[in-house]
């Protein structure tokens, strides 16, 4: 799942040729095809979906990307009046900081979300691309937990076994912090219907050592014992209006299962 930052059409092409998968947001600077013929022109994208699909929520075509013709489907979903109120305000607002002027042409882009993969409609049917690809950002978080409160990235030394050993190290780290995480997300769910803050489970695991602590004493029982009566007061996550990132993933199961029994 790739941000706007690392979209390259030669990449995408070479993913698909290994029979991997991809999804992507569309940026607009790449042209899109109807068909992967050379002669055919460049589709204006956006006035074709006012055109031809109406007031339709979601579109999904298969298109061809670039002068590559990179073949993939193309979700299009229609957004709501305030999310295009509130992306059309933040793009005049960086467009008067670099002192340039937005065209219509632009301005309407902006009333839909764009999105590319190659993963079939039998797997990812239409309507839950949208919000598979909202949960990119729990694998950022992931990534963001490891560097800032588990710091992998902070490696002393030069000798090649050094810094193997506390590479390895802080790996392991995060596969055993994995696991009480995993046994701490299955309990806020299951009896106290919230989800768990894993940025709150990590400080609290390493405040004063408690960890290291525990495994080197051998004492994992108690400190499950610990984090099961400080769970509800200090490590989940507030309740909030905004759906929070396992209420999404229990929608697009639930869209799955529905589309499939279609």
Same mark, same amino acid.
């Given at each position: 799942?790739?941000?706007?930052?690392?979209?390259?059409?030669?990449?995408?092409?070479?993913?698909?040729?290994?029979?991997?998968?991809?999804?992507?947001?569309?940026?607009?600077?790449?042209?899109?095809?109807?068909?992967?013929?050379?002669?055919?022109?460049?589709?204006?994208?956006?006035?074709?979906?006012?055109?031809?699909?109406?007031?339709?929520?979601?579109?999904?075509?298969?298109? @061809?990307?670039?002068?590559?013709?990179?073949?993939?489907?193309?979700?299009?979903?229609?957004?709501?009046?305030?999310?295009?109120?509130?992306?059309?305000?933040?793009?005049?607002?960086?467009?008067?900081?670099?002192?340039?002027?937005?065209?219509?042409?632009?301005?309407?882009?902006?009333?839909?979300?764009?999105?590319?993969?190659?993963? @079939?409609?039998?797997?990812?049917?239409?309507?839950?691309?949208?919000?598979?690809?909202?949960?990119?950002?729990?694998?950022?978080?992931?990534?963001?937990?490891?560097?800032?409160?588990?710091?992998?990235?902070?490696?002393?030394?030069?000798?090649?076994?050094?810094?193997?050993?506390?590479?390895?190290?802080?790996?392991?780290?995060?596969?055993?912090?994995?696991?009480?995480?995993?046994?701490?997300?299955?309990?806020?769910?299951?009896?106290?219907?919230?989800?768990?803050?894993?940025?709150?489970?990590?400080?609290?695991?390493?405040?004063?050592?408690?960890?290291?602590?525990?495994?080197?004493?051998?004492?994992?029982?108690?400190?499950?014992?610990?984090?099961?009566?400080?769970?509800?007061?200090?490590?989940?996550?507030?309740?909030?209006?905004?759906?929070?990132?396992?209420?999404?993933?229990?929608?697009?199961?639930?869209?799955?299962?529905?589309?499939?029994?279609?």
């Amino acid at each position: 799942m790739r941000d706007l930052g690392y979209l390259s059409l030669e990449s995408l092409r070479q993913i698909d040729a290994h029979e991997a998968w991809y999804l992507s947001r569309l940026s607009k600077g790449v042209d899109v095809y109807l068909d992967a013929h050379a002669e055919t022109r460049a589709l204006a994208l956006v006035p074709y979906l006012q055109q031809h699909y109406g007031d339709a929520a979601v579109v999904d075509l298969p298109v @061809s990307l670039g002068q590559e013709r990179v073949p993939c489907r193309l979700l299009a979903y229609r957004l709501s009046e305030d999310v295009v109120t509130q992306r059309q305000r933040k793009a005049h607002e960086e467009a008067h900081k670099k002192g340039r002027m937005l065209t219509q042409e632009y301005l309407n882009w902006l009333t839909f979300g764009l999105y590319i993969t190659n993963v @079939s409609k039998q797997i990812w049917p239409s309507k839950v691309v949208g919000t598979i690809y909202r949960l990119r950002w729990q694998v950022e978080l992931t990534f963001k937990n490891w560097k800032s409160l588990l710091h992998i990235h902070i490696l002393k030394g030069t000798r090649p076994e050094r810094i193997k050993c506390i590479l390895y190290g802080r790996l392991i780290t995060i596969a055993m912090i994995a696991l009480v995480s995993s046994y701490a997300s299955w309990y806020a769910e299951d009896y106290l219907q919230r989800e768990i803050s894993i940025a709150k489970l990590i400080n609290w695991l390493k405040r004063k050592g408690r960890f290291a602590k525990a495994i080197h004493a051998g004492t994992l029982d108690a400190l499950c014992i610990d984090l099961w009566r400080t769970l509800p007061k200090l490590l989940c996550k507030q309740k909030r209006k905004r759906r929070t990132s396992r209420q999404l993933i229990e929608e697009y199961g639930y869209d799955m299962e529905d589309a499939l029994a279609a």
